[in-house]
């Protein structure tokens, strides 16, 4: 599809020359008299419209088909020509509103039938349609400042559409000569400019206007070659409604336009409101929605119809009930504008009006064999309404392998309500466009992406991977440490989210702690209340690079969790060297703070299957004083163990030890591991010397 | 998108292939049948969910296998092929377009896999005589490319370019191609005519053609291998300013999320399955080689399974709150992901492609604005989830939408000079009414420069004026003849009156009724 096709630039050139001020001879008799009150009255004369009002309102039409088709890149410049030619518009596409060019055609006004004849001419306003028709549009500009080194691959064409009198073909000729030479002059100048582009092709539209009655003295001639840069045909219309029948069909020739016909449309009657008849509406698009027909050569078969000696054609679709409801999702291989034939005629304002409150209707293909199929949708999207082709062949996609079936299709503790709330606070919203927003660096949806990348950092897909994200409590600091920033009053909320665990697990509150995997009861409180609070601390790490909130809202956790009391001993004993894993563990964390939790994912799901081969062997889960920096390597170590005895090393195993490996090298092997015999040490021996300690202590207390 | 491998079965695949080092002697059909048989399966291991037919052709053509994934069945029809007489392949290309529209009707991309020996029969029938008659046949008779549907055309020719470039039947092929509209490709055998040389020329089509397609999905830091099926085809904007192919990227990530209701039946490129898969990261490390015994591969199978995948959370997250995910496929492309579930209640993971460009559905306006809820003041969708921002009104309203006038049919004019004085005779109570009509019929015919309409118009008003009941409220008769003088004036067209912007005002009487005071 060209971009800058012919049909990117349209020039109207409509005659306003005396002669156009005649009447068309066509009358409407628009005092139409009832029966009742009739009687006695003389009727007020019929009016008749002139050739200029005959052309106005039928390029107006045209222009109202292709606005509605075509809103956007399709643009029009409308000049009217007398003694001097009047430009009522510009490409800009502000300009392009038929309430415009109204406006500035009620300050045109009627020709003037007092005006010499002489001086008056449509070369004008020819003359000024290839003036303009040089000149750059918005999107040609664009397209060639985005091109740059190949804007010459930008092209400029257009079509002029002729709305005039002639005197004769001798005079057709003039106008085309006419043509030809401002084209080869324009050209000229515009290679020496900037802002001008020259024409590569251009399509001369001349449609002669007579009136009613009389004979024509122009004839009719197809599209022919005047140039390499010009063609060229002549219709010869009469005016009023053999030239609006004109127009439509050159509106639908020159953008690609095919009809619908919609049948069988129940209304209800006006004066009978109970009773509904059936009424078709003609609707026109682009015609690509008719391409499954057109490939087939099943046009007729759809019920096509011609009307007007063969050159007008239309598909007649039926109207489908039950109508379909706006939560389904139809495969729609294309979506076109449309734009009723009849804008205001009844029938078409009913359909339009039902479409317009945000209705939708299927529309069904008649087939010779009198099988139903459902080919086409009319629905509407924010005031316009769309053709929506739908697929009714059969799709390479059926019957597919269900997702149950393929990878983690058997887990089944997804966390599928929160996800969908995780997406209800992801969803997208229009941001408008301001200068103010794009100096701020990123676009909408990069801030988007931004604010899926926050709240991913920490979030296990299943409920038996976290206790955090499955406690009430802990929700309002989940919800606010995702946030780009933390208000004053954000901090606070999560600060009283951690009092409140602290409070809980004073308490001895139970946990809803997963015990998929664990045989028994699980893990005892006090190990839960670990478990939970290593979780959080993980998920808020996340965060404190964030802002210096974030980073309270750790120091708040990190100083109220409960810390066993032998750990107590142990920092009055080697404060210092703590201090320094600290630091190293921070450096570590930035250092993988993309990929630790995938790792820690992974560690997990190992852990999983770990403890399903360990069976009994809870001793290390039980224990109220695993050390909490990087806890779970160490642990990991020792799960590894009975896999690796087990025959052949698995992936997952081959991988686990490089990572361990890898971690090793950063912290200090623990005194226990390196005494320890078959790799078992014997844990928590001196708490066979100090039983019956109180091992429930604030934490917050102790620092 | 649907494969037909059409199959050479004339005489002259049975030309046997002369070999120095090999024992055995091969028929050319021999080497075409290895070659399928390898490019079989592969489908039917990595590409399963191809649907394949088989036709066979001589000077006659025959569907041995409709539309399948049954890999067995393509492959027994393979080996129980038969040896027939010359070739003709027009009728074989009638044939393939015959099958192809009759299953998938003319919008789905196929691929046609012709095999054949190169030698495309003598006189009538001939390749060579029907690309020296394609001009001036009649309708019913036209030659079956560029067929009616999007399509691919691979030949696989069990012969090496040297060969077929001594005769004229490279340039036929390169012919036939260039009427496919250069969709396609010929594949030629490189060296000796062998087992191996065929096996390679396949692997190419293989690599090339019926390779899955792998790439990653992510919603921040969440992410999945998967694999896109059927293989997104590179797609092309507008030829003349932007003649590159563009390719959907491997990294799909996740912009944020729509609901169904307000993203709305989209157009849609294409659709394709997104199935999440194992990728064995390892293989890099161990390097190549390591090719997993099929046992294993089950059990491996079965541990995937168990193993928590971000595929099947989105996809039921998005079954359940019934939203689509908007996905970034390139820069200023964009696409889909949604539960769709067939007939079965199966449902599964699927992408649809929009069409590239910065703005693919006009109801959501720019993708690229398309910012998270947390920017905007308010929440666009309510507190309690009662609204939405979608969809984007346009700023200039359809005619259909508008209230426009159009009096092209004399019907149109008529329905809105009666609305007028329609309004006329219930004034004072349809004052409102009776010049919001007034005016708009006024700018219309200002517009087109129908002052003759507004002088009629005029008239008629006067009249009615005189025939004003004497029941009548004294201000319907001000009013009436204050509507008909402002039209006189304004068809005199002196530009006091006569402005497009201008309205005329209901004139303000002493009578306070209803009319007065509802100004």
């Given at each position: 599809?060209?971009?800058?096709?012919?049909?990117?630039?349209?020039?109207?050139?409509?005659?306003?020359?005396?002669?156009?001020?005649?009447?068309?001879?066509?009358?409407?008799?628009?005092?139409?008299?009832?029966?009742?009150?009739?009687?006695?009255?003389?009727?007020?004369?019929?009016?008749?419209?002139?050739?200029?009002?005959?052309?106005?309102?039928?390029?107006?039409?045209?222009?109202?088909?292709?606005?509605?088709?075509?809103?956007?890149?399709?643009?029009?410049?409308?000049?009217?020509?007398?003694?001097?030619?009047?430009?009522?518009?510009?490409?800009?596409?502000?300009?392009?509103?038929?309430?415009?060019?109204?406006?500035?055609?009620?300050?045109?006004?009627?020709?003037?039938?007092?005006?010499?004849?002489?001086?008056?001419?449509?070369?004008?306003?020819?003359?000024?349609?290839?003036?303009?028709?040089?000149?750059?549009?918005?999107?040609?500009?664009?397209?060639?400042?985005?091109?740059?080194?190949?804007?010459?691959?930008?092209?400029?064409?257009?079509?002029?559409?002729?709305?005039?009198?002639?005197?004769?073909?001798?005079?057709?000729?003039?106008?085309?000569?006419?043509?030809?030479?401002?084209?080869?002059?324009?050209?000229?100048?515009?290679?020496?400019?900037?802002?001008?582009?020259?024409?590569?092709?251009?399509?001369?539209?001349?449609?002669?206007?007579?009136?009613?009655?009389?004979?024509?003295?122009?004839?009719?001639?197809?599209?022919?070659?005047?140039?390499?840069?010009?063609?060229?045909?002549?219709?010869?219309?009469?005016?009023?409604?053999?030239?609006?029948?004109?127009?439509?069909?050159?509106?639908?020739?020159?953008?690609?336009?095919?009809?619908?016909?919609?049948?069988?449309?129940?209304?209800?009657?006006?004066?009978?409101?109970?009773?509904?008849?059936?009424?078709?509406?003609?609707?026109?698009?682009?015609?690509?929605?008719?391409?499954?027909?057109?490939?087939?050569?099943?046009?007729?078969?759809?019920?096509?119809?011609?009307?007007?000696?063969?050159?007008?054609?239309?598909v007649t679709l039926k109207w489908c009930t039950p109508r379909t409801n706006s939560v389904e999702l139809h495969y729609c291989t294309g979506a076109y504008r449309i734009s009723p034939t009849d804008v205001n005629?009844?029938?078409?304002?009913?359909?339009?009006?039902?479409?317009?409150?945000?209705?939708?209707?299927?529309?069904?293909?008649?087939?010779?064999?009198?099988?139903?199929?459902?080919?086409?949708?009319?629905?509407?999207?924010?005031?316009?309404?769309?053709?929506?082709?739908?697929?009714?062949?059969?799709?390479?996609?059926?019957d597919p392998p269900s997702i149950s079936e393929g990878c983690g299709g058997r887990v089944t503790d997804y966390r599928i309500t929160d996800f969908g709330e995780f997406m209800r606070e992801n969803r997208l919203?229009?941001?408008?466009?301001?200068?103010?927003?794009?100096?701020?660096?990123?676009?909408?949806?990069?801030?988007?992406?931004?604010?899926?990348?926050?709240?991913?950092?920490?979030?296990?897909?299943?409920?038996?991977?976290?206790?955090?994200?499955?406690?009430?409590?802990?929700?309002?600091?989940?919800?606010?440490?995702?946030?780009?920033?933390?208000?004053?009053?954000?901090?606070?909320?999560?600060?009283?989210?951690?009092?409140?665990?602290?409070?809980?697990?004073?308490?001895?509150?139970?946990?809803?702690?997963?015990?998929?995997?664990?045989?028994?009861?699980?893990?005892?409180?006090?190990?839960?209340?670990?478990?939970?609070?290593?979780?959080?601390?993980?998920?808020?790490?996340?965060?404190?690079?964030?802002?210096?909130?974030?980073?309270?809202?750790?120091?708040?956790?990190?100083?109220?969790?409960?810390?066993?009391?032998?750990?107590?001993?142990?920092?009055?004993?080697?404060?210092?060297?703590?201090?320094?894993?600290?630091?190293?563990?921070?450096?570590?964390?930035?250092?993988?703070?993309?990929?630790?939790?995938?790792?820690?994912?992974?560690?997990?799901?190992?852990?999983?299957?770990?403890?399903?081969?360990?069976?009994?062997?809870?001793?290390?889960?039980?224990?109220?004083?695993?050390?909490?920096?990087?806890?779970?390597?160490?642990?990991?170590?020792?799960?590894?163990?009975?896999?690796?005895?087990?025959?052949?090393?698995?992936?997952?195993?081959?991988?686990?030890?490089?990572?361990?490996?890898?971690?090793?090298?950063?912290?200090?092997?623990?005194?226990?591991?390196?005494?320890?015999?078959?790799?078992?040490?014997?844990?928590?021996?001196?708490?066979?010397?100090?039983?019956?300690?109180?091992?429930?202590?604030?934490?917050?207390?102790?620092? | 998108?649907?494969?037909?491998?059409?199959?050479?079965?004339?005489?002259?695949?049975?030309?046997?292939?002369?070999?120095?080092?090999?024992?055995?002697?091969?028929?050319?059909?021999?080497?075409?049948?290895?070659?399928?048989?390898?490019?079989?399966?592969?489908?039917?291991?990595?590409?399963?969910?191809?649907?394949?037919?088989?036709?066979?052709?001589?000077?006659?053509?025959?569907?041995?296998?409709?539309?399948?994934?049954?890999?067995?069945?393509?492959?027994?029809?393979?080996?129980?092929?038969?040896?027939?007489?010359?070739?003709?392949?027009?009728?074989?290309?009638?044939?393939?377009?015959?099958?192809?529209?009759?299953?998938?009707?003319?919008?789905?991309?196929?691929?046609?896999?012709?095999?054949?020996?190169?030698?495309?029969?003598?006189?009538?029938?001939?390749?060579?005589?029907?690309?020296?008659?394609?001009?001036?046949?009649?309708?019913?008779?036209?030659?079956?490319?560029?067929?009616?549907?999007?399509?691919?055309?691979?030949?696989?020719?069990?012969?090496?370019?040297?060969?077929?470039?001594?005769?004229?039947?490279?340039?036929?092929?390169?012919?036939?191609?260039?009427?496919?509209?250069?969709?396609?490709?010929?594949?030629?055998?490189?060296?000796?005519?062998?087992?191996?040389?065929?096996?390679?020329?396949?692997?190419?089509?293989?690599?090339?053609?019926?390779?899955?397609?792998?790439?990653?999905?992510?919603?921040?830091?969440?992410?999945?291998?998967?694999?896109?099926?059927?293989?997104?085809?590179?797609?092309?904007?507008?030829?003349?300013?932007?003649?590159?192919?563009?390719?959907?990227?491997?990294?799909?990530?996740?912009?944020?999320?729509?609901?169904?209701?307000?993203?709305?039946?989209?157009?849609?490129?294409?659709?394709?399955?997104?199935?999440?898969?194992?990728?064995?990261?390892?293989?890099?490390?161990?390097?190549?080689?390591?090719?997993?015994?099929?046992?294993?591969?089950?059990?491996?199978?079965?541990?995937?399974?168990?193993?928590?995948?971000?595929?099947?959370?989105?996809?039921?997250?998005?079954?359940?709150?019934?939203?689509?995910?908007?996905?970034?496929?390139?820069?200023?492309?964009?696409?889909?992901?949604?539960?769709?579930?067939?007939?079965?209640?199966?449902?599964?993971?699927?992408?649809?492609?929009?069409?590239?460009?910065?703005?693919?559905?006009?109801?959501?306006?720019?993708?690229?604005?398309?910012?998270?809820?947390?920017?905007?003041?308010?929440?666009?969708?309510?507190?309690?989830?009662?609204?939405?921002?979608?969809?984007?009104?346009?700023?200039?309203?359809?005619?259909?939408?508008?209230?426009?006038?159009?009096?092209?049919?004399?019907?149109?004019?008529?329905?809105?000079?009666?609305?007028?004085?329609?309004?006329?005779?219930?004034?004072?109570?349809?004052?409102?009414?009776?010049?919001?009509?007034?005016?708009?019929?006024?700018?219309?015919?200002?517009?087109?420069?129908?002052?003759?309409?507004?002088?009629?118009?005029?008239?008629?008003?006067?009249?009615?004026?005189?025939?004003?009941?004497?029941?009548?409220?004294?201000?319907?008769?001000?009013?009436?003849?204050?509507?008909?003088?402002?039209?006189?004036?304004?068809?005199?067209?002196?530009?006091?009156?006569?402005?497009?912007?201008?309205?005329?005002?209901?004139?303000?009487?002493?009578?306070?009724?209803?009319?007065?005071?509802?100004?």
């Amino acid at each position: 599809m060209k971009m800058f096709s012919v049909s990117h630039k349209t020039a109207f050139v409509v005659d306003h020359c005396p002669y156009m001020a005649e009447s068309s001879r066509q009358q409407v008799e628009c005092d139409v008299l009832t029966k009742s009150r009739g009687q006695g009255m003389i009727p007020l004369a019929p009016v008749s419209k002139s050739l200029w009002t005959c052309a106005v309102e039928c390029s107006m039409e045209y222009c109202r088909i292709l606005y509605d088709v075509y809103p956007l890149k399709k643009l029009i410049n409308y000049i009217v020509s007398d003694s001097e030619f009047h430009i009522l518009n510009s490409w800009r596409q502000e300009d392009q509103s038929t309430h415009e060019l109204m406006s500035a055609l009620a300050a045109v006004g009627p020709p003037n039938p007092q005006e010499d004849p002489e001086c008056c001419s449509v070369l004008h306003g020819l003359v000024a349609a290839v003036e303009s028709l040089c000149k750059i549009t918005e999107y040609q500009h664009e397209a060639r400042t985005t091109l740059m080194d190949t804007a010459d691959r930008v092209a400029n064409r257009g079509r002029i559409i002729c709305l005039t009198n002639a005197k004769s073909d001798t005079h057709v000729r003039m106008l085309e000569d006419c043509v030809q030479e401002t084209i080869l002059e324009q050209n000229k100048m515009a290679a020496g400019s900037d802002r001008l582009m020259s024409i590569q092709q251009c399509e001369l539209v001349l449609v002669h206007i007579f009136p009613q009655g009389e004979d024509t003295l122009v004839s009719d001639r197809p599209k022919k070659e005047v140039s390499s840069l010009l063609t060229s045909e002549v219709h010869s219309v009469r005016a009023g409604r053999h030239l609006a029948t004109k127009l439509n069909i050159l509106v639908q020739q020159h953008f690609d336009l095919a009809s619908t016909t919609i049948t069988n449309i129940p209304m209800k009657e006006e004066q009978h409101a109970n009773t509904s008849a059936n009424y078709d509406v003609e609707l026109l698009h682009h015609r690509d929605a008719h391409l499954e027909f057109f490939k087939s050569g099943d046009l007729h078969m759809a019920g096509s119809t011609s009307r007007d000696s063969g050159l007008k054609e239309t598909v007649t679709l039926k109207w489908c009930t039950p109508r379909t409801n706006s939560v389904e999702l139809h495969y729609c291989t294309g979506a076109y504008r449309i734009s009723p034939t009849d804008v205001n005629s009844r029938p078409s304002s009913c359909l339009t009006n039902f479409l317009l409150n945000g209705r939708s209707v299927l529309l069904e293909q008649p087939r010779k064999s009198g099988s139903k199929v459902i080919s086409h949708m009319l629905s509407s999207h924010g005031g316009e309404i769309f053709l929506h082709v739908l697929n009714s062949t059969r799709s390479t996609l059926e019957d597919p392998p269900s997702i149950s079936e393929g990878c983690g299709g058997r887990v089944t503790d997804y966390r599928i309500t929160d996800f969908g709330e995780f997406m209800r606070e992801n969803r997208l919203t229009p941001v408008p466009e301001s200068p103010d927003t794009e100096a701020s660096g990123k676009p909408p949806a990069e801030r988007a992406k931004a604010q899926l990348e926050r709240y991913t950092r920490y979030w296990p897909m299943i409920i038996s991977q976290t206790t955090i994200f499955n406690m009430q409590a802990v929700v309002p600091l989940a919800n606010l440490i995702v946030k780009e920033s933390l208000s004053e009053e954000d901090l606070l909320t999560c600060q009283k989210t951690v009092y409140n665990l602290v409070d809980m697990e004073r308490k001895n509150d139970p946990l809803p702690i997963s015990t998929v995997g664990s045989r028994g009861k699980g893990p005892k409180r006090d190990e839960q209340y670990r478990i939970m609070w290593n979780e959080l601390e993980t998920l808020v790490k996340t965060h404190v690079a964030g802002s210096e909130r974030h980073q309270r809202v750790l120091d708040c956790i990190i100083a109220c969790r409960s810390k066993p009391p032998e750990e107590e001993e142990r920092k009055k004993r080697g404060r210092k060297r703590e201090d320094k894993e600290d630091k190293a563990e921070k450096s570590i964390n930035k250092d993988s703070e993309d990929k630790s939790w995938q790792e820690s994912e992974r560690l997990k799901g190992a852990l999983e299957r770990g403890k399903e081969e360990q069976g009994e062997s809870e001793v290390i889960k039980d224990s109220p004083d695993s050390p909490e920096p990087l806890n779970k390597k160490p642990r990991l170590d020792e799960i590894q163990l009975p896999e690796k005895a087990k025959g052949p090393v698995s992936l997952l195993t081959m991988w686990t030890n490089r990572i361990t490996v890898a971690n090793s090298r950063k912290h200090q092997e623990f005194a226990g591991r390196i005494s320890s015999v078959n790799n078992k040490a014997e844990l928590y021996q001196h708490l066979k010397d100090e039983n019956g300690m109180d091992l429930h202590e604030n934490g917050k207390a102790t620092r | 998108m649907p494969t037909v491998v059409l199959m050479d079965a004339s005489l002259s695949m049975t030309r046997p292939v002369s070999l120095e080092q090999c024992s055995e002697e091969l028929q050319r059909k021999n080497l075409a049948v290895a070659g399928l048989t390898m490019l079989f399966e592969h489908m039917a291991n990595n590409y399963r969910l191809e649907f394949t037919s088989l036709v066979a052709f001589s000077s006659l053509w025959e569907l041995l296998v409709p539309f399948t994934r049954d890999y067995n069945t393509l492959q027994e029809a393979l080996s129980n092929l038969e040896d027939y007489d010359k070739t003709c392949l027009e009728s074989a290309l009638h044939g393939v377009s015959n099958v192809v529209q009759q299953e998938w009707g003319h919008a789905c991309p196929t691929q046609v896999v012709l095999v054949t020996d190169g030698s495309l029969g003598i006189g009538k029938g001939s390749l060579r005589h029907s690309l020296q008659t394609l001009k001036g046949r009649p309708e019913d008779k036209k030659f079956p490319l560029p067929f009616p549907f999007p399509a691919k055309l691979f030949i696989m020719c069990i012969a090496n370019a040297e060969e077929l470039q001594m005769t004229d039947t490279m340039h036929n092929l390169e012919q036939l191609l260039q009427l496919n509209g250069g969709d396609g490709q010929i594949f030629t055998m490189e060296g000796q005519l062998c087992l191996k040389s065929v096996q390679s020329m396949f692997g190419r089509l293989i690599d090339e053609v019926y390779s899955p397609f792998p790439a990653v999905l992510r919603c921040g830091n969440l992410a999945s291998d998967v694999q896109v099926f059927p293989r997104p085809e590179p797609v092309f904007l507008d030829e003349e300013i932007d003649p590159m192919p563009r390719h959907i990227l491997t990294d799909l990530e996740i912009v944020g999320f729509i609901e169904i209701g307000d993203i709305s039946s989209p157009p849609v490129m294409s659709r394709h399955l997104v199935l999440p898969i194992v990728v064995n990261k390892e293989v890099d490390d161990v390097g190549p080689g390591t090719t997993e015994e099929p046992e294993e591969e089950t059990s491996a199978n079965q541990q995937a399974g168990k193993v928590p995948n971000f595929c099947v959370l989105l996809h039921g997250s998005l079954k359940v709150e019934g939203m689509v995910a908007l996905v970034q496929l390139g820069p200023e492309w964009y696409g889909m992901l949604y539960s769709q579930a067939d007939s079965k209640k199966k449902s599964n993971l699927m992408m649809s492609l929009f069409e590239p460009g910065p703005e693919p559905l006009p109801w959501l306006g720019k993708v690229s604005q398309l910012g998270p809820i947390s920017d905007a003041a308010e929440n666009p969708y309510g507190e309690d989830d009662s609204k939405s921002p979608f969809p984007l009104q346009p700023k200039i309203k359809r005619s259909y939408a508008q209230n426009v006038t159009v009096w092209i049919k004399a019907s149109g004019l008529q329905t809105d000079v009666q609305k007028i004085l329609r309004n006329a005779r219930k004034l004072p109570e349809k004052t409102q009414t009776f010049y919001k009509e007034l005016n708009r019929l006024r700018k219309a015919a200002l517009a087109f420069g129908f002052w003759e309409l507004l002088k009629g118009v005029a008239e008629l008003l006067e009249r009615e004026c005189t025939l004003l009941p004497d029941t009548a409220h004294p201000d319907a008769a001000f009013q009436l003849s204050h509507a008909a003088k402002q039209l006189k004036l304004a068809s005199t067209g002196d530009s006091q009156y006569a402005a497009f912007d201008q309205n005329i005002n209901p004139m303000h009487t002493d009578f306070s009724g209803g009319g007065a005071a509802g100004m």
